[in-house]
């Protein structure tokens, strides 16, 4: 009797050490994490976005290497970027684009209304759109894993890696230009499936010119306003 109570706790202790360690090691469905992730971006009404360029990024002559800025959707935002005309000379720019309008503040000129000439003045807030932006864009990626889980501003994410195409990254992601397909890391959260970090590497600006971009979403549904900047 002793010896089967004792061959029954062990085969008991066994199983369940199996469900612990098959539970702690379950990883999500990367295609999953991803549409999750769409339809909670889609939901977003506010973020804050930050963006780090890699060496070789470039937009209107000038070396481009960071931005941030806060989006209110459906299209309102303000974006500082920050650039190099030289090695040495780091320069400030930003965009305010408002009800369909967008404003421009160049170093010591002060602001000025682009509307209607704005081809070339990029916009976080197309990140967001429900069409091309990023909730449209993240379920279409390919060769997709899961390479565990990590933390991103205090929050438990899956990483997720991906391949997207050249215009998918362009449509999704301004000023990018690229040449041939994109790797991508995505940090979505586990609790509440919003994207919080992305990592891209690949010829993102032109071919032959590998360069990287990571790209920050954070303070989600913040209560702010985009007020319109003064004009001279």
Known sequence: MLLRRAAVLLCSTFYILQACSFSAGAQADPKQVLNDASTALARVKTAAVELKFGSGASLAGFS??????????????DTTI??????????????????????????FLGWSDLT????????VGA?????????????????????????????????????????????????????????????VGKDDHLLRKAFLRGALFQAG????????????????????????
């Open 209 to 232: 010119k590998n360069t990287s971009l990571e790209v920050r979403l954070h303070n989600f549904n913040a209560n702010f306003d985009i007020v319109k900047p003064p004009i001279q």
């Open 127 to 187: 990140m967001f759109d429900l069409q091309k932006g990023l909730p449209a864009v993240m379920p279409k990626g390919r060769s997709l894993s899961t390479q565990g889980s990590e933390t991103v501003d205090g929050k438990d994410c899956w990483k997720i890696a991906a391949v997207y195409t050249a215009t998918q990254v362009a449509q999704a992601i301004q000023p990018l230009s690229p040449a041939g397909d994109i790797q991508t890391t995505l940090w």
């Open 64 to 77: 481009v290497v960071s931005a941030s800025g806060k989006v209110k959707l459906p299209g309102d935002s």
């Open 82 to 107: 920050k650039a190099r005309q030289s090695s040495d000379s780091l320069i400030e720019l930003e965009v305010v684009t408002l009800q369909d309008h967008v404003y421009l503040k160049l170093p």
């Open 116 to 123: 209607g000439q704005t081809t070339a003045i990029p916009s």
